[in-house]
């Protein structure tokens, strides 16, 4: 069983997959936790098998879900927070005019607002502690844009540049800031986000497990990472949008929409 360096740490999106396996490691290693997300039952049954289990229900696509969030982060008449981890997160599938707007909307407010508000109530609390830890769900779909899913790949750009650009702004402050970039990884993300005919083209090969990543995004954060990308494969991907003309990167990922 791993050891990690955290007391308590607050995870959103506890309710499935990356999520939960990060509280499940999380908790097998006696770190308390405050889990967040929409489904209560979830939580509950996930908060029963472990100690000091706090759960907070909230839809973080609303500032009165985060408000929450953002306030037990700050109440000092509880266990002091030192570890949150902004994993709750969804796409959208398809033509970006298409799409149902407040659908868009509630994608941005939740990947991009509740992350960026919830990791600033996290440095306001750490920073002056001089220790703490945060550690932000992005994707390798932040290297390049995404035709077809043109604002979740939008959402996660914002996720990867915010979050390396809070790992500069803290360094050397004891607060350790890290972007979790997973690829394809089994949950219910695709179910969720409309992507299962993408998804069941993608090769076993290319498959994730969320265990595999959730443990990578601890052992990186604890480190003091900057950036984790989880698998040879999507390390390699990364490294061919970083190193390509962006004309060349854009076109490709724009072959799938083109078949339509
Ligand atoms: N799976 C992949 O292939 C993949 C790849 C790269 C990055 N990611 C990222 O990984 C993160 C976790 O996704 P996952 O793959 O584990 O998907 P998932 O199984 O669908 O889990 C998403 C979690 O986010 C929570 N959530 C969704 N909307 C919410 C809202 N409005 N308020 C509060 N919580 C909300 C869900 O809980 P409730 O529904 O109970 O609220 C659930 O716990 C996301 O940020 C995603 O973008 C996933």
Not at 109 to 121: C, E, F, G, M
Not at 158 to 167: G, K, M, R, W
Not at 177 to 201: D, H, K, Y
Not at 250 to 259: E, H, K, S
Request: one cysteine or more; hydrophobic letters at 45%; charged letters at 20%.
């Amino acid at each position: 069983m791993a050891k990690y360096p955290f007391t308590c740490a607050l995870v959103t999106g506890a309710s499935s997959g990356i999520g939960q396996e990060i509280a499940v490691q999380l908790g097998m290693s006696g770190v308390s936790l405050v889990l967040v997300a929409r489904r209560a039952d979830r939580l509950e049954s996930l908060a029963a098998r472990f100690k000091n289990v706090e759960v907070i229900v909230a839809d973080l696509s609303t500032i009165d879900g985060v408000g929450l969030v953002e306030a037990r982060i700050t109440d000092s008449t509880k266990t002091p927070i030192d570890l949150v981890v902004n994993n709750a997160g969804f796409g959208s599938s398809g033509l970006m005019h298409e799409i149902d707007l407040d659908r868009l909307s509630r994608e941005i407010n939740l990947n991009v607002l509740a992350l960026t508000r919830l990791s600033h109530a996290a440095a306001k609390l750490m920073v002056p502690q001089g220790r703490g830890y945060i550690l932000n769900v992005s994707s390798v779909a932040s290297f390049q844009p995404g035709p077809g899913s043109a604002v979740y790949s939008a959402t996660k750009a914002y996720v990867t540049s915010f979050t390396e650009a809070l790992h500069e702004e803290l360094r050397g402050t004891g607060v350790r800031v890290t972007a979790l970039c997973p690829g394809f990884t089994r949950t219910e993300f695709s179910e969720v986000s409309g992507t299962n005919s993408i998804a069941s083209q993608v090769p076993n090969f290319a498959w994730l497990e969320a265990t595999d990543v959730a443990r990578e995004g601890l052992r990186a954060v604890t480190r003091g990472k900057a950036l984790c990308i989880p698998g040879a494969l999507y390390k390699g991907v990364s490294a061919f949008s970083g190193a390509s003309p962006r004309a060349l990167v854009r076109r490709i990922t724009a072959l799938p929409t083109r078949r339509r």
